[in-house]
């Protein structure tokens, strides 16, 4: 890629190193990992070829992963293979080197490119961000800048990653036009409403970036409110436990942290609406 070649050109040129932080990175990097300085100076990296996503998108949404940790490795193993302008066309597998790079970032940058898909409509989004990968490998342990641009109108913005967050849920998952639309839906509707919670979960796991009243507000809304509640349990019980499946799993990452009696609400809910998933109790 043209990036790709763009890089070695700067780690090589012979500029001063507060000048050119490619070249003292590369330079740092090729003699602590013992390879060429054009080898240290490999910038661009992604998935294996026919290969997409970092997976962990497909984690969060399932429930299954232990630890922070486990999503990371899982990020830097699936992203970890470098374009190379010396071999064109091929992406080799260089986990350390993708190591060395993230480690030296200071700031994350992502694009938001269509109005029609939002953060936390989908969970690419949150598949795609390193920033508590790049804190992990950091020496001083730094969580970098996260940013993100908004280029889906002529007047583009660029705006923390938690103010997108913020400014994200206030416009969906906590705005009741957005709610109310999805529920008068029906079934699909309140699938879509739980979908939402869970990738904003997603981004509390990749960037640590969404504030605890998301959390608080979004339960007021559809817990809380006993009217809500049955609205949703009627409209597609499987999803409605999912939402307090999510809930209760926010709580128990450290993501939510709120009182004793909305957890206990949410396992006694939980259990009821299991129950009648299962039958249980009905003639």
Same mark, same amino acid.
């Given at each position: 890629?043209?990036?790709?070649?763009?890089?070695?050109?700067?780690?090589?040129?012979?500029?001063?190193?507060?000048?050119?932080?490619?070249?003292?990175?590369?330079? =740092?990097?090729? @003699?602590?990992?013992?390879?060429?300085?054009?080898?240290? @100076?490999?910038?661009?990296?992604?998935?294996?070829?026919?290969?997409?996503?970092?997976?962990?998108?497909?984690?969060?949404?399932?429930?299954?992963? +232990?630890?922070?940790?486990?999503?990371?490795?899982?990020?830097?193993?699936?992203?970890?293979?470098?374009?190379?302008?010396?071999?064109?066309?091929?992406?080799?597998?260089?986990?350390?080197?993708?190591?060395?790079?993230?480690?030296?970032?200071? *700031?994350?940058?992502?694009?938001?490119?269509? !109005? =029609?898909?939002?953060? !936390?409509?989908?969970?690419?989004?949150? /598949?795609?961000?390193?920033?508590?990968?790049?804190?992990?490998?950091?020496?001083?342990?730094?969580?970098?800048?996260?940013?993100?641009?908004?280029?889906?109108? @002529?007047?583009?913005?660029?705006?923390?990653? @938690? =103010?997108?967050?913020?400014?994200?849920?206030?416009?969906?998952?906590?705005?009741?036009?957005?709610?109310?639309?999805?529920?008068?839906?029906?079934?699909?509707?309140?699938?879509?409403?739980?979908?939402?919670?869970?990738?904003?979960?997603?981004? !509390?796991?990749?960037?640590? /970036?969404?504030?605890?009243?998301?959390?608080?507000?979004?339960?007021?809304?559809?817990?809380?409110?006993?009217?809500?509640?049955?609205?949703?349990?009627?409209?597609?019980?499987?999803?409605?436990?999912?939402? *307090?499946?999510?809930?209760? +799993?926010?709580?128990?990452?450290?993501?939510?942290?709120?009182?004793? +009696?909305?957890?206990?609400?949410?396992? +006694?809910?939980?259990?009821?609406?299991?129950?009648?998933?299962?039958?249980?109790?009905?003639?």
């Amino acid at each position: 890629t043209p990036r790709a070649r763009a890089v070695k050109p700067a780690a090589e040129a012979d500029e001063p190193l507060d000048q050119n932080f490619v070249r003292k990175h590369a330079l =740092e990097q090729a @003699a602590e990992m013992g390879v060429s300085i054009r080898d240290a @100076a490999t910038r661009v990296f992604s998935n294996a070829a026919g290969s997409y996503s970092a997976n962990v998108g497909l984690a969060i949404e399932n429930g299954g992963w +232990e630890s922070e940790g486990q999503l990371q490795d899982q990020f830097i193993g699936r992203k970890g293979f470098a374009f190379n302008s010396d071999k064109p066309g091929m992406l080799d597998q260089q986990t350390e080197l993708f190591k060395a790079a993230l480690s030296t970032v200071d *700031v994350t940058f992502q694009n938001l490119d269509s !109005s =029609e898909i939002s953060l !936390s409509d989908v969970s690419h989004y949150y /598949d795609s961000d390193p920033t508590k990968v790049v804190q992990g490998l950091r020496k001083d342990g730094r969580k970098p800048a996260a940013m993100m641009a908004d280029t889906t109108t @002529a007047n583009a913005q660029v705006r923390t990653l @938690a =103010e997108t967050v913020r400014l994200d849920a206030r416009t969906k998952l906590l705005n009741p036009k957005f709610y109310e639309g999805m529920l008068n839906s029906g079934y699909e509707g309140t699938r879509e409403i739980t979908k939402r919670l869970r990738n904003t979960m997603g981004w !509390s796991a990749t960037s640590g /970036d969404v504030d605890n009243f998301v959390y608080e507000d979004a339960n007021d809304t559809f817990i809380k409110d006993p009217e809500m509640q049955a609205r949703l349990l009627e409209t597609n019980p499987n999803a409605f436990r999912d939402m *307090v499946t999510t809930f209760l +799993e926010a709580n128990g990452r450290g993501y939510w942290d709120t009182d004793e +009696e909305n957890i206990d609400r949410l396992q +006694e809910l939980y259990q009821e609406v299991e129950d009648r998933i299962e039958g249980v109790g009905s003639s």
